[in-house]
């Protein structure tokens, strides 16, 4: 079946711009997962969605972050007025159930974000 | 704070040989462990896992120990092939009031198989 796909694969922006990444989940997930991983490190967690709800987002950066997936399937992060420190790979992952013991999560091949 | 420590950014071993790779933590609290595999412009996979009511779990290849008195886990991979050459990461789920089941990852190992 088709796994996590995101777009664009890959998006050079210059400092300012804003840009929208987006994610589709494995049809039926529950759990909607945002992760960034900068150069050499590992994924570090954006935000959470629970269906529609986002449930948590402590792990966004700043307020130039945004996130939503407003029909509980497809979710767009948004990141406004972007800076170089932006610069990393976003990756989304999904996972069927929500909480419990649903720990195992599928990612997608991430977005590969550049700001010059 | 690093609760998942990945100490070896690097490793290479002969194809056919043991790959051993290497996780600690911090927090007693994590009680199940995940290894994810990863090639270069794709996203993690995942590999295997482990609850803490384990202290080893076995597929094929790949065993995963885990030694709670030690806060150390180990993924190991008989016999190591050409195809297993990525970077793996190691992580363990944060609870929070059981409705956030975010990961927290290590910073990942590069493991080279030499044919």
């Known amino acids: 079946g088709a796994g996590v796909s995101q777009s664009p694969r890959y998006k050079v922006a210059k400092r300012g711009q804003d840009v929208a990444l987006r994610c589709d989940p494995i049809?039926?997930?529950?759990?909607l997962f945002w992760y960034q991983q900068a150069l050499g490190q590992g994924p570090e967690f954006l935000t959470y969605?629970?269906?529609?709800?986002?449930?948590?987002k402590s792990g966004l950066p700043s307020d130039r972050f945004f996130a939503e997936r407003p029909e509980g399937s497809v979710s767009t992060l948004k990141i406004q007025r972007t800076q170089q420190e932006d610069s990393a790979v976003y990756l989304c992952?999904?996972?069927?159930?929500?909480?419990?013991?649903?720990?195992?999560?599928?990612f997608g091949p991430g977005t590969r974000l550049t700001v010059t | 704070d690093q609760q998942v420590k990945q100490n070896s950014p690097s490793l290479s071993v002969q194809e056919g040989r043991i790959s051993i790779l290497n996780c600690d933590y911090t927090?007693?609290?994590?009680?199940?462990f995940l290894w994810y595999k990863k090639y270069p412009a794709e996203g993690p996979t995942f590999l295997i896992s482990?609850?803490?009511?384990?202290d080893k779990n076995e597929d094929g290849r790949f065993t995963v120990f885990l030694n709670k008195s030690a806060k150390h886990l180990s993924l190991h991979i008989v016999p190591s092939q050409p195809g297993d050459s990525a970077v793996y990461f190691c992580?363990?789920?944060?609870?929070?009031?059981?409705?956030?089941?975010?990961?927290?990852f290590g910073t990942g190992t590069l493991l080279a198989v030499q044919p």
């Open positions: 992952a999904s996972s069927l159930e929500a909480g419990g013991r649903s720990y195992e999560q599928y």
């Open positions: 049809s039926g997930h529950v759990s």
């Open positions: 969605f629970q269906n529609e709800a986002q449930l948590d």
């Open positions: 927090n007693s609290m994590f009680d199940y």
């Open positions: 482990i609850s803490s009511i384990k």
């Open positions: 992580a363990a789920p944060r609870l929070r009031g059981g409705a956030t089941n975010k990961l927290i």
